[in-house]
């Protein structure tokens, strides 16, 4: 089996505050959070991930939480130092770290830059400051426009801002405009997704009475990717969409099924060997996380992905992406015979779910594309 590309991604759990829509691993602490002692646990921990790699050289790096930007530049610095002390890292690895834009959640985007940050993702969500009210956000509109207009003053050209869709009250026109507002500040990236109602959050125990109907959700995302595409921004995944090419290198690891390593709190890496696919996880809760790695332990075992559950967490990631995946990137990806795959993909494609593209690629409908969640279900292992 052929090593895949490999990545790395540290998890960084404290924000200042919760968000409602929110069902990542992250943890209410601001200022209190233990952050030179998380930092002390993640240094040890990266020298276990470092025996994982087994020499395999880091393609990529990505700092997400919780709000990483919670961390000073001196402590990034000092984590990334760690992770060169124990890695070899590519000459050019895409080195992301995710932002909140509002001063009391970010240092200055020239520290992050000189402690080898060369990527950032700001959560800007939204440019209505109402709207960024509604889901608890504690930033406003300015605050992203300066943090994207810092970040490029400093040197990190290479900027990722997240928007949402389908927010409490948001019609059209205005999801348009948050659009053209984050148009405007020419990004190489833009995440643009809808938000969805997480189990585990508060807006899925109480969720907001004036969400958009599907239909106008609908409208939103066919005219706010034409308007994307036409303003340069291709889109190669769901919900990712690239200028000149700038995709996100680490994110396309994870879709085409590359390995990644994990160091933090609740992170999950995938490792693959001579003897097959792995998955493994760490303690979820951050203080049990720097417990457990002061006392020497770590993460369970890894297990085994094998059978239709590796078809499924194959498909669940690729199609996602909008070129599809090829025959040779299945077999060096899960270690199974691309002959399956006529047969695997014979339903979907009935369906009008998926369609051959030629003699080596499969790609997803705008069908399939549409109701994706449907065409992922038709993979998990024991359906009929």
Known sequence: MTPPPLSLYVHLPWCVQKCPYCDFNSHTAGEAAPRQRYLDALLVDLQ???????????????????????????????L????????????????????????????EPAGYRDAGINRLSFG???????????????????DIVR?????????????????????????????????????????????????????????????????????????????GQALLAENGYRQYEVSAFARDDRVCAHNLNYWLFGDYLAAGAGAHGKISDSRGVFRYQKPANPLQYMKTIEAGGQSAAPVRIAGTELVFEFMLNALRLSDGFSDRIFRERTGLSADELPTVMRE???????????????????????????LQAEFLPGKS
């Open 80 to 107: 990334l130092d760690g992770v060169r002390a124990c890695f070899d890292v590519a000459e050019n690895a895409e080195l992301t770290m995710e932002a909140n834009p509002g001063t009391v959640e970010c240092g």
């Open 348 to 374: 979907v494609c009935k369906k009008g779910l998926v369609a051959r593209v030629d003699e080596s690629r499969w790609q997803a409908t705008p069908l399939g594309r549409r109701f994706l969640n449907d």
């Open 48 to 78: 276990v991930e470092a025996s994982r790699a087994a020499g395999r050289k880091l393609e990529s790096i990505f700092l997400g939480g919780g709000t990483p930007s919670l961390f000073s530049p001196e402590e990034i610095g000092r």
């Open 147 to 223: 943090a994207v207009n810092d970040a490029r003053t400093a040197g990190v050209a290479n900027v990722n801002i997240d928007l949402m869709h389908g927010l409490p009250g948001q019609g059209v026109a205005a999801a348009l405009e948050d659009l053209e507002t984050a148009i405007s500040l020419t990004p190489t990236h833009i995440s643009w997704y809808q938000l969805t109602l997480e189990p585990n959050t508060v807006f899925y125990t109480r969720p907001p009475q004036d969400l958009p109907d599907e239909e106008t959700t609908y409208v939103m995302q066919e005219r």
């Open 124 to 142: 800007g969500q939204s440019f209505n400051d109402e709207l960024l009210k509604s889901i608890g956000r504690i930033h406003n509109s300015e």
